[in-house]
Protein backbone atom coordinates (compact mmCIF):
# COMPACT_ATOMS: atom_id res chain seq x y z
CA UNK A 1 0.00 0.00 0.00
CA UNK A 2 2.91 2.28 1.07
CA UNK A 3 4.71 1.55 -2.18
CA UNK A 4 1.78 2.53 -4.00
CA UNK A 5 0.91 5.65 -2.29
CA UNK A 6 4.40 6.53 -3.54
CA UNK A 7 4.27 5.74 -6.83
CA UNK A 8 1.35 8.10 -7.51
CA UNK A 9 2.67 10.68 -5.63
CA UNK A 10 5.83 10.48 -7.90
CA UNK A 11 3.61 10.18 -11.30
CA UNK A 12 1.47 13.44 -10.04
CA UNK A 13 4.84 15.15 -8.78
CA UNK A 14 6.46 14.74 -12.39
CA UNK A 15 3.00 15.77 -14.19
CA UNK A 16 3.10 18.57 -12.21
CA UNK A 17 6.85 19.55 -13.43
CA UNK A 18 5.66 18.94 -16.74
CA UNK A 19 2.78 20.75 -16.94
CA UNK A 20 4.54 24.28 -15.95
CA UNK A 21 6.62 25.58 -18.95
CA UNK A 22 9.83 27.18 -19.24
CA UNK A 23 8.95 30.53 -19.37
CA UNK A 24 6.84 29.97 -15.98
CA UNK A 25 10.80 28.42 -14.70
CA UNK A 26 12.31 31.12 -15.66
CA UNK A 27 10.12 34.06 -14.22
CA UNK A 28 10.29 32.08 -10.88
CA UNK A 29 13.37 31.44 -10.63
CA UNK A 30 14.78 35.64 -12.44
CA UNK A 31 12.49 37.64 -10.16
CA UNK A 32 15.40 36.95 -6.72
CA UNK A 33 17.94 36.78 -9.49
CA UNK A 34 17.19 40.03 -10.36
CA UNK A 35 16.96 41.56 -6.92
CA UNK A 36 20.81 40.05 -6.29
CA UNK A 37 21.93 41.33 -9.83
CA UNK A 38 20.34 44.63 -9.27
CA UNK A 39 21.90 44.90 -5.58
CA UNK A 40 25.20 44.67 -7.46
CA UNK A 41 25.01 46.98 -10.68
CA UNK A 42 23.73 49.68 -7.88
CA UNK A 43 26.80 48.84 -5.12
CA UNK A 44 29.10 49.11 -7.71
CA UNK A 45 27.54 52.08 -9.25
CA UNK A 46 27.83 54.11 -5.96
CA UNK A 47 31.08 53.12 -5.06
CA UNK A 48 32.62 54.06 -8.57
CA UNK A 49 31.32 57.11 -8.00
CA UNK A 50 32.60 57.59 -3.80
CA UNK A 51 35.90 56.70 -5.22
CA UNK A 52 36.14 59.11 -7.86
CA UNK A 53 34.68 61.82 -5.70
CA UNK A 54 36.55 61.35 -2.79
CA UNK A 55 39.53 61.24 -4.72
CA UNK A 56 39.37 65.03 -5.75
CA UNK A 57 38.73 65.95 -1.76
CA UNK A 58 41.08 66.87 0.86
CA UNK A 59 41.93 64.82 3.80
CA UNK A 60 38.95 64.95 6.23
CA UNK A 61 40.90 64.00 9.33
CA UNK A 62 43.41 66.07 9.59
CA UNK A 63 44.13 66.52 13.51
CA UNK A 64 47.62 64.60 13.88
CA UNK A 65 47.74 65.66 18.00
CA UNK A 66 44.70 63.47 18.87
CA UNK A 67 46.02 60.90 20.68
CA UNK A 68 44.04 58.88 22.60
CA UNK A 69 44.95 55.85 24.91
CA UNK A 70 44.38 52.69 22.58
CA UNK A 71 43.51 48.80 24.85
CA UNK A 72 44.24 46.27 22.94
CA UNK A 73 42.41 43.11 24.55
CA UNK A 74 43.41 39.75 22.69
CA UNK A 75 41.49 36.66 24.03
CA UNK A 76 43.02 33.46 23.52
CA UNK A 77 42.56 29.54 24.17
CA UNK A 78 45.28 27.40 23.52
CA UNK A 79 46.73 29.40 21.01
CA UNK A 80 50.53 28.60 21.46
CA UNK A 81 51.19 28.82 17.65
CA UNK A 82 50.01 32.24 17.06
CA UNK A 83 50.27 34.39 20.54
CA UNK A 84 53.98 35.57 20.03
CA UNK A 85 53.41 36.54 16.86
CA UNK A 86 50.02 38.66 17.54
CA UNK A 87 51.90 39.82 20.74
CA UNK A 88 55.25 41.13 18.52
CA UNK A 89 53.25 42.24 15.68
CA UNK A 90 51.49 44.98 18.14
CA UNK A 91 54.52 45.91 19.87
CA UNK A 92 56.09 46.61 16.44
CA UNK A 93 53.20 49.30 16.17
CA UNK A 94 55.36 52.38 16.36
CA UNK A 95 51.73 54.21 18.00
CA UNK A 96 53.01 54.59 21.39
CA UNK A 97 50.01 55.41 23.80
CA UNK A 98 49.07 51.51 24.09
CA UNK A 99 48.52 49.08 26.53
CA UNK A 100 48.40 45.29 25.93
CA UNK A 101 45.63 43.00 27.86
CA UNK A 102 46.03 39.27 26.54
CA UNK A 103 43.20 37.30 28.50
CA UNK A 104 43.63 33.51 28.38
CA UNK A 105 40.47 31.00 28.79
CA UNK A 106 42.02 28.08 30.70
CA UNK A 107 45.30 26.83 28.61
CA UNK A 108 46.62 23.99 28.49
CA UNK A 109 49.18 24.39 26.44
CA UNK A 110 52.27 26.40 26.43
CA UNK A 111 49.82 30.03 25.76
CA UNK A 112 50.52 31.44 28.97
CA UNK A 113 54.20 30.51 29.34
CA UNK A 114 54.92 32.26 26.28
CA UNK A 115 52.66 35.72 27.56
CA UNK A 116 54.92 35.56 30.69
CA UNK A 117 57.93 36.41 29.26
CA UNK A 118 56.26 39.90 28.13
CA UNK A 119 54.77 40.03 31.41
CA UNK A 120 58.17 39.68 33.34
CA UNK A 121 59.39 42.99 31.03
CA UNK A 122 55.93 44.94 31.49
CA UNK A 123 55.00 45.07 28.08
CA UNK A 124 51.34 42.97 28.29
CA UNK A 125 48.98 42.54 31.49
CA UNK A 126 47.82 38.93 31.56
CA UNK A 127 44.71 37.41 32.78
CA UNK A 128 43.88 34.04 33.10
CA UNK A 129 40.82 31.86 33.69
CA UNK A 130 41.80 28.84 35.59
CA UNK A 131 38.38 26.34 33.84
CA UNK A 132 37.83 27.70 30.19
CA UNK A 133 34.50 29.56 29.91
CA UNK A 134 34.15 28.12 26.48
CA UNK A 135 33.42 31.50 24.49
CA UNK A 136 35.10 35.17 23.80
CA UNK A 137 32.58 36.89 25.16
CA UNK A 138 32.07 35.29 28.68
CA UNK A 139 36.17 34.93 28.85
CA UNK A 140 36.65 38.83 28.29
CA UNK A 141 33.76 40.67 30.37
CA UNK A 142 35.52 40.22 33.57
CA UNK A 143 38.22 42.12 32.76
CA UNK A 144 37.50 45.10 30.91
CA UNK A 145 37.78 47.24 34.19
CA UNK A 146 41.26 46.50 33.36
CA UNK A 147 41.66 48.29 30.31
CA UNK A 148 42.29 51.70 30.96
CA UNK A 149 41.76 52.90 26.92
CA UNK A 150 39.37 55.09 25.57
CA UNK A 151 39.51 53.25 22.72
CA UNK A 152 39.03 49.59 23.07
CA UNK A 153 40.47 47.37 20.40
CA UNK A 154 39.47 43.49 20.54
CA UNK A 155 41.53 41.21 18.06
CA UNK A 156 41.94 37.52 17.79
CA UNK A 157 45.25 35.65 18.85
CA UNK A 158 45.88 33.51 15.81
CA UNK A 159 46.02 37.01 13.60
CA UNK A 160 48.92 39.60 12.76
CA UNK A 161 48.72 43.08 13.12
CA UNK A 162 50.04 45.74 9.83
CA UNK A 163 52.84 47.54 11.61
CA UNK A 164 50.63 50.90 10.74
CA UNK A 165 46.90 49.58 12.35
CA UNK A 166 47.07 51.51 15.34
CA UNK A 167 48.76 54.92 13.79
CA UNK A 168 45.65 54.63 11.66
CA UNK A 169 42.42 54.19 14.46
CA UNK A 170 42.49 57.50 15.99
CA UNK A 171 41.26 59.66 12.98
CA UNK A 172 38.07 57.71 13.07
CA UNK A 173 37.25 58.56 16.47
CA UNK A 174 37.93 62.85 15.85
CA UNK A 175 34.32 62.42 14.94
CA UNK A 176 32.43 62.12 18.75
CA UNK A 177 29.39 60.68 16.63
CA UNK A 178 31.49 57.48 16.02
CA UNK A 179 30.89 54.56 18.30
CA UNK A 180 32.70 52.25 17.01
CA UNK A 181 35.35 50.75 13.70
CA UNK A 182 35.25 47.82 11.99
CA UNK A 183 38.85 47.25 11.26
CA UNK A 184 40.51 45.60 8.22
CA UNK A 185 40.49 42.30 8.12
CA UNK A 186 42.55 40.04 5.56
CA UNK A 187 43.37 36.20 5.16
CA UNK A 188 47.05 36.21 5.59
CA UNK A 189 47.28 32.30 4.86
CA UNK A 190 45.27 28.95 5.92
CA UNK A 191 45.56 27.47 9.24
CA UNK A 192 49.20 26.20 9.68
CA UNK A 193 50.52 28.16 7.00
CA UNK A 194 48.67 26.19 4.05
CA UNK A 195 47.90 27.74 1.47
CA UNK A 196 45.33 26.12 -1.22
CA UNK A 197 42.32 26.55 -3.47
CA UNK A 198 39.97 27.02 -0.77
CA UNK A 199 42.38 29.42 1.25
CA UNK A 200 42.53 31.32 -2.21
CA UNK A 201 38.75 31.69 -2.22
CA UNK A 202 38.21 32.35 1.31
CA UNK A 203 40.87 35.77 0.28
CA UNK A 204 38.64 36.91 -2.19
CA UNK A 205 35.71 36.26 -0.40
CA UNK A 206 37.42 38.38 2.26
CA UNK A 207 38.24 41.28 -0.44
CA UNK A 208 34.59 41.11 -1.58
CA UNK A 209 33.13 41.79 1.68
CA UNK A 210 35.67 44.46 2.50
CA UNK A 211 35.10 46.43 -0.78
CA UNK A 212 31.63 45.95 -2.02
CA UNK A 213 30.16 45.51 1.75
CA UNK A 214 31.17 47.22 4.54
CA UNK A 215 32.53 50.13 2.02
CA UNK A 216 29.29 50.95 1.08
CA UNK A 217 27.80 49.73 4.67
CA UNK A 218 30.61 52.89 6.13
CA UNK A 219 29.25 55.20 3.53
CA UNK A 220 26.15 55.71 4.45
CA UNK A 221 26.37 54.51 7.91
CA UNK A 222 24.17 51.51 7.97
CA UNK A 223 27.05 48.74 8.92
CA UNK A 224 25.61 45.44 10.62
CA UNK A 225 28.30 43.62 10.40
CA UNK A 226 31.53 44.01 12.11
CA UNK A 227 34.28 41.59 12.20
CA UNK A 228 34.83 39.86 15.48
CA UNK A 229 38.62 39.38 14.40
CA UNK A 230 39.24 43.04 14.81
CA UNK A 231 36.66 44.90 16.56
CA UNK A 232 37.34 48.78 17.56
CA UNK A 233 35.38 50.07 19.39
CA UNK A 234 34.66 53.83 21.98
CA UNK A 235 35.04 52.70 25.36
CA UNK A 236 32.17 54.71 26.49
CA UNK A 237 29.69 53.10 23.89
CA UNK A 238 30.73 50.05 24.96
CA UNK A 239 29.99 50.61 28.92
CA UNK A 240 26.91 52.31 27.45
CA UNK A 241 25.73 49.13 25.49
CA UNK A 242 26.53 46.62 28.42
CA UNK A 243 29.36 45.02 26.66
CA UNK A 244 29.08 41.92 25.19
CA UNK A 245 26.06 39.67 25.43
CA UNK A 246 27.45 36.37 26.94
CA UNK A 247 24.86 34.16 25.65
CA UNK A 248 25.37 34.21 22.09
CA UNK A 249 27.81 32.55 19.73
CA UNK A 250 27.78 35.66 16.58
CA UNK A 251 28.72 38.47 19.53
CA UNK A 252 30.07 40.28 16.47
CA UNK A 253 26.77 40.91 14.95
CA UNK A 254 25.29 41.12 18.17
CA UNK A 255 27.74 43.90 19.19
CA UNK A 256 27.13 45.78 15.79
CA UNK A 257 23.25 46.03 16.41
CA UNK A 258 23.73 46.40 20.27
CA UNK A 259 26.37 49.57 18.93
CA UNK A 260 23.48 50.64 16.33
CA UNK A 261 20.67 51.12 18.95
CA UNK A 262 22.87 54.41 20.45
CA UNK A 263 22.26 55.99 17.00
CA UNK A 264 25.68 56.86 16.38
CA UNK A 265 27.91 56.09 13.33
CA UNK A 266 30.04 52.82 12.68
CA UNK A 267 32.59 52.68 9.65
CA UNK A 268 34.83 50.92 8.36
CA UNK A 269 38.55 51.36 8.59
CA UNK A 270 40.41 50.29 5.45
CA UNK A 271 43.72 51.56 6.49
CA UNK A 272 43.72 49.42 9.62
CA UNK A 273 45.13 46.08 8.71
CA UNK A 274 45.11 42.95 10.44
CA UNK A 275 45.83 39.86 9.07
CA UNK A 276 44.23 36.31 9.74
CA UNK A 277 44.41 32.99 9.21
CA UNK A 278 41.33 31.04 7.87
CA UNK A 279 40.35 26.87 7.69
CA UNK A 280 42.49 25.16 5.24
CA UNK A 281 40.35 22.38 4.79
CA UNK A 282 36.66 21.96 3.63
CA UNK A 283 35.79 19.87 7.21
CA UNK A 284 36.99 23.02 9.22
CA UNK A 285 35.30 25.47 6.65
CA UNK A 286 31.82 23.85 6.77
CA UNK A 287 32.29 24.00 10.95
CA UNK A 288 32.87 27.58 11.08
CA UNK A 289 30.02 28.63 7.77
CA UNK A 290 27.68 26.98 10.21
CA UNK A 291 28.53 28.02 13.62
CA UNK A 292 28.09 31.57 11.70
CA UNK A 293 25.25 30.68 10.23
CA UNK A 294 23.70 30.02 13.37
CA UNK A 295 24.61 33.25 15.25
CA UNK A 296 23.04 34.91 12.42
CA UNK A 297 19.78 33.77 13.32
CA UNK A 298 19.82 33.75 16.60
CA UNK A 299 21.57 37.77 17.01
CA UNK A 300 18.58 38.64 14.29
CA UNK A 301 16.05 37.11 16.09
CA UNK A 302 17.33 38.99 19.24
CA UNK A 303 17.19 41.93 18.13
CA UNK A 304 13.85 42.41 15.74
CA UNK A 305 12.30 44.60 18.16
CA UNK A 306 14.79 46.98 16.05
CA UNK A 307 12.19 47.08 13.50
CA UNK A 308 9.08 48.18 15.79
CA UNK A 309 10.57 50.48 18.56
CA UNK A 310 9.94 54.08 17.40
CA UNK A 311 12.92 54.74 19.39
CA UNK A 312 15.40 53.27 16.50
CA UNK A 313 16.23 55.56 13.59
CA UNK A 314 13.99 54.66 10.02
CA UNK A 315 18.07 54.08 8.94
CA UNK A 316 18.60 51.56 11.42
CA UNK A 317 15.42 49.50 10.98
CA UNK A 318 16.05 49.85 6.84
CA UNK A 319 19.69 48.45 7.68
CA UNK A 320 18.59 45.80 9.98
CA UNK A 321 15.51 44.68 7.65
CA UNK A 322 18.39 44.96 4.32
CA UNK A 323 20.88 43.03 6.08
CA UNK A 324 17.90 40.18 7.64
CA UNK A 325 16.96 40.29 3.81
CA UNK A 326 19.82 39.86 2.06
CA UNK A 327 21.35 37.14 4.91
CA UNK A 328 18.41 35.06 4.72
CA UNK A 329 15.44 35.54 2.39
CA UNK A 330 17.93 35.62 -0.36
CA UNK A 331 20.12 32.48 1.36
CA UNK A 332 16.73 30.35 0.71
CA UNK A 333 15.78 31.84 -2.24
CA UNK A 334 19.00 30.43 -3.88
CA UNK A 335 17.92 27.40 -2.61
CA UNK A 336 14.79 27.52 -5.04
CA UNK A 337 16.41 28.94 -7.95
CA UNK A 338 19.79 27.67 -8.13
CA UNK A 339 18.22 23.88 -8.98
CA UNK A 340 15.70 25.41 -11.52
CA UNK A 341 18.82 26.94 -13.18
CA UNK A 342 20.71 24.07 -13.24
CA UNK A 343 17.88 21.70 -14.44
CA UNK A 344 17.22 24.20 -17.15
CA UNK A 345 20.83 24.40 -18.45
CA UNK A 346 20.99 20.59 -18.80
CA UNK A 347 17.62 19.88 -20.44
CA UNK A 348 15.99 23.22 -22.39
CA UNK A 349 18.76 25.36 -23.83
CA UNK A 350 16.22 28.14 -24.76
CA UNK A 351 17.45 31.95 -25.95
CA UNK A 352 15.23 33.18 -22.59
CA UNK A 353 17.74 31.20 -20.23
CA UNK A 354 21.21 31.75 -22.21
CA UNK A 355 20.40 35.55 -22.33
CA UNK A 356 19.74 35.35 -18.29
CA UNK A 357 22.83 33.35 -17.91
CA UNK A 358 24.61 35.60 -19.58
CA UNK A 359 23.64 38.59 -17.90
CA UNK A 360 24.67 36.98 -14.42
CA UNK A 361 28.09 35.87 -16.12
CA UNK A 362 28.78 39.44 -17.19
CA UNK A 363 27.82 41.29 -13.69
CA UNK A 364 29.53 38.65 -11.60
CA UNK A 365 33.08 39.09 -14.03
CA UNK A 366 32.32 43.41 -13.61
CA UNK A 367 32.09 42.80 -9.81
CA UNK A 368 35.14 40.30 -9.90
CA UNK A 369 37.33 42.77 -12.25
CA UNK A 370 36.21 45.88 -9.72
CA UNK A 371 37.34 43.91 -6.51
CA UNK A 372 40.58 42.85 -7.90
CA UNK A 373 40.95 46.34 -9.22
CA UNK A 374 40.34 47.91 -5.96
CA UNK A 375 42.94 49.14 -3.56
CA UNK A 376 45.96 45.91 -2.95
CA UNK A 377 43.64 43.31 -4.55
CA UNK A 378 45.95 43.54 -7.85
CA UNK A 379 47.50 39.92 -6.91
CA UNK A 380 44.09 38.76 -7.61
CA UNK A 381 43.99 39.68 -11.61
CA UNK A 382 46.26 36.25 -11.95
CA UNK A 383 43.33 33.99 -10.47
CA UNK A 384 41.08 33.83 -13.52
CA UNK A 385 40.47 30.49 -12.91
CA UNK A 386 38.70 31.84 -9.60
CA UNK A 387 35.63 33.27 -11.77
CA UNK A 388 34.40 30.07 -12.82
CA UNK A 389 34.97 28.33 -8.93
CA UNK A 390 33.28 31.51 -6.87
CA UNK A 391 29.87 31.21 -9.49
CA UNK A 392 29.63 27.58 -9.74
CA UNK A 393 31.49 25.98 -6.44
CA UNK A 394 32.52 28.34 -3.75
CA UNK A 395 29.24 30.71 -3.92
CA UNK A 396 26.11 28.08 -3.83
CA UNK A 397 28.48 26.07 -1.37
CA UNK A 398 28.61 29.10 1.03
CA UNK A 399 25.32 29.72 0.37
CA UNK A 400 24.03 26.18 0.90
CA UNK A 401 25.53 25.95 4.40
CA UNK A 402 24.00 29.15 5.71
CA UNK A 403 20.85 27.75 4.60
CA UNK A 404 21.65 24.04 6.67
CA UNK A 405 23.11 26.84 9.34
CA UNK A 406 19.68 28.55 9.12
CA UNK A 407 17.50 26.08 9.06
CA UNK A 408 19.22 24.18 12.03
CA UNK A 409 18.82 26.92 14.17
CA UNK A 410 15.74 27.88 13.55
CA UNK A 411 14.04 24.08 14.08
CA UNK A 412 16.32 24.09 17.34
CA UNK A 413 14.25 27.10 18.38
CA UNK A 414 10.87 26.51 17.09
CA UNK A 415 11.60 23.14 18.49
CA UNK A 416 12.20 24.13 22.11
CA UNK A 417 9.42 27.36 22.23
CA UNK A 418 6.76 24.00 21.00
CA UNK A 419 8.14 21.93 24.45
CA UNK A 420 7.70 25.23 26.69
CA UNK A 421 4.35 25.73 25.25
CA UNK A 422 2.97 22.06 25.92
CA UNK A 423 5.36 21.80 28.96
CA UNK A 424 3.00 24.51 30.16
CA UNK A 425 0.13 23.11 29.26
CA UNK A 426 0.58 19.77 30.93
CA UNK A 427 1.97 21.87 33.92
CA UNK A 428 -1.64 23.88 34.15
CA UNK A 429 -3.29 20.74 33.48
CA UNK A 430 -1.67 18.83 36.07
CA UNK A 431 -2.67 21.64 38.77
CA UNK A 432 -6.50 20.88 38.17
CA UNK A 433 -8.32 19.37 40.46
CA UNK A 434 -10.83 16.86 40.18
CA UNK A 435 -14.67 18.09 41.90
Known amino acids: MIVLIDTIFLINLSEFFES??????????????????????????ILSIYKIKRSKQIKKYSNYHFNPKISVVIPAHNEEEYIEGMIESILSCSYLNKEILVVDD????????????YVEKNLVYLFHHDIPMGSKPTALNPFFDYA????????????????????????????????????????????KNINNILVELQKYEYHQANELGRKLASIFNIMNGMTGAFLIIRRDAFEKIGRFNEDIKAEDLDITLKLRKLAGKILFAEDAVVYTFCPNNLKSFVKQRLYWAEGEVVSILKHRNIIRDPDYLSRTKIAFMDFSFTEIVLSYAAMLYMPILAWLFFSEMKIEFLGLLAIYLILQSVNFFYVTNSSDSRNFKSFFYMIPLLLFFYGPLTRILRVIGFTKIISSLLYKKISRHFSSIFSSNSNLVKI
Not at 20 to 45: A, D, H, K, Q, Y
Open 106 to 117: GSTDNTQKIVKK
Open 20 to 45: ISISNMLLFSIIPLTVELGRTLVELN
Open 148 to 191: TGDILVIVDADSVMDKNALNKIPKYFEDKDVVAVSGHVKIGSGD
